[in-house]
């Protein structure tokens, strides 16, 4: 009888503990405890938008960081303290920005349901409303994330660099539990936003022992570019668009990669082995079935959970 007993206990120990390390996401999270979160969240986001047509890219940019450092946990979110040093003060952090726009938020939300919706699903949620307001698709997100407690500096050094070629960027993909296919359809997120000289300048100026400039790369293009970003650069916040149309989600980001117009080595990259290349012309002829494959891979990315907490502040913890 006691052995019974405390049987069903560990079971049941154990079933709880699964349960919260796996905290298993669901569209219909929000429905009983704040149904009109989503709708609030939209338009936070839309009224943004309006005031400064760089927000979508932050947006969507902040969402990838997030997730691929501790899962989508919004530890992006957190502000440095005297003890520690947060992820948004890391390197790679030029152009994150726009987080005033998860605070609007966060805040309007709180109003209607006190410390029931997490700042990582309003992450989530803010990201699906950039892509789908710049004219891109829409989808249902799954919630039920929660809030990171840790947020630090070095774990930038996490995050895939523009400089990484395709096994290096295969690696940090797998490392998340994402294909080579989710590799390719979320690079297009660079079908939105800016890049700064400092991220390319690899591709421009001595590239090589041989050659100044990356041979992949158009030549006209390349001269744009060097001419933006000279080797002594002085111009700060000097760059260039990631795409052609970067406040409109389309696939122009594939059909440029194609003629060698591409920003990162990163992108290129995606052109050096056939499986990959193969599925860049896909999307460079087919804006929907590059729709089909970014909703299903950004869900992927997006479910990489991480956290315990629900802040009632996104930049300090509870
Ligand atoms: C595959 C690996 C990736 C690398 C190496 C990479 C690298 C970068 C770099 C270096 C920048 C420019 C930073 C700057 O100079 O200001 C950037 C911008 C951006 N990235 Fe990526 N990225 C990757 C994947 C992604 C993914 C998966 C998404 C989203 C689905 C994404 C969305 C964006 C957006 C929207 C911007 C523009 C941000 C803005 O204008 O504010 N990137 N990325
Ligand atoms: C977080 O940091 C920003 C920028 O330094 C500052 O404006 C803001 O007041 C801080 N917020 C909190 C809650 O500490
Ligand atoms: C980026 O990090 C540096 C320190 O590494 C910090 O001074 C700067 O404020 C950060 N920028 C943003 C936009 O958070
Ligand atoms: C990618 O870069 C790594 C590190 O520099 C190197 O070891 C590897 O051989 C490279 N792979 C390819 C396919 O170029």
């Known amino acids: ?3 019974a007993w405390s049987l069903a206990l560990a079971l049941s120990l154990l079933l709880l503990s699964i349960s919260t390390l796996v905290n298993t996401l669901s569209t219909n999270y ?5 149904p009109k979160a989503e709708s609030v969240i939209t338009s936070v986001v839309k ?5 400064d047509k760089t927000v979508p890219a932050a947006l969507l940019r902040m969402h990838f960081h997030d997730c691929f450092i501790r899962g989508c946990d919004a530890s992006v979110l957190l502000n440095s303290t005297s003890k520690n040093q947060a992820e948004k003060d890391g390197p790679p952090n030029i152009s994150l920005h726009a987080f005033y726009v998860i605070d609007n938020a966060k805040k309007e939300v709180e109003a209607m349901c006190p410390g029931v919706v997490s700042c990582a699903d309003i992450l989530a949620l803010s990201a699906k409303d950039a892509v ?5 698709p829409t989808w249902n997100v799954p919630k039920g994330r929660k809030d990171g407690r840790i947020s630090k500096a070095i774990d930038t050094r996490q995050l895939p660099a523009p400089t990484f070629n395709i096994s290096q960027l295969q690696q940090s993909f797998s490392q998340r539990g994402l294909s080579m296919d989710d590799l390719v359809a979320l690079s297009g997120g660079h079908t939105l936003g800016f890049a700064h000289c400092s991220s390319f300048q690899n591709r421009i100026h001595n590239f090589n022992t041989q050659t100044n400039v990356d041979p992949s790369m158009q030549h006209s293009f390349a001269d744009s570019l060097r001419s933006v970003c000279p080797i002594h650069n002085k111009v700060k916040n000097a760059g260039a668009t990631l795409d052609s149309t970067s406040t409109t989600f389309d696939n122009a980001y594939y059909k440029l990669l194609l003629q060698g117009k591409s920003i990162f080595s990163s992108d290129q990259a995606l052109l050096n082995i056939a499986r990959t290349k193969a599925l ?8 929907e079935e590059f729709e089909e494959a970014f909703v299903k891979s950004m869900i992927k990315m997006s479910s990489i959970t991480g956290g315990q907490e629900v802040r009632l502040n996104c930049r300090v913890v509870r």
Not at 30 to 34: F, K, N
């Open 1 to 3: 009888m006691a052995a």
């Open 132 to 136: 789908a307001l710049s004219g891109g």
């Open 30 to 34: 929000y429905d009983q405890t704040c």
């Open 47 to 51: 009224k943004a938008m309006s005031n």
């Open 280 to 287: 860049v012309s896909k999307f460079a002829t087919s804006q």
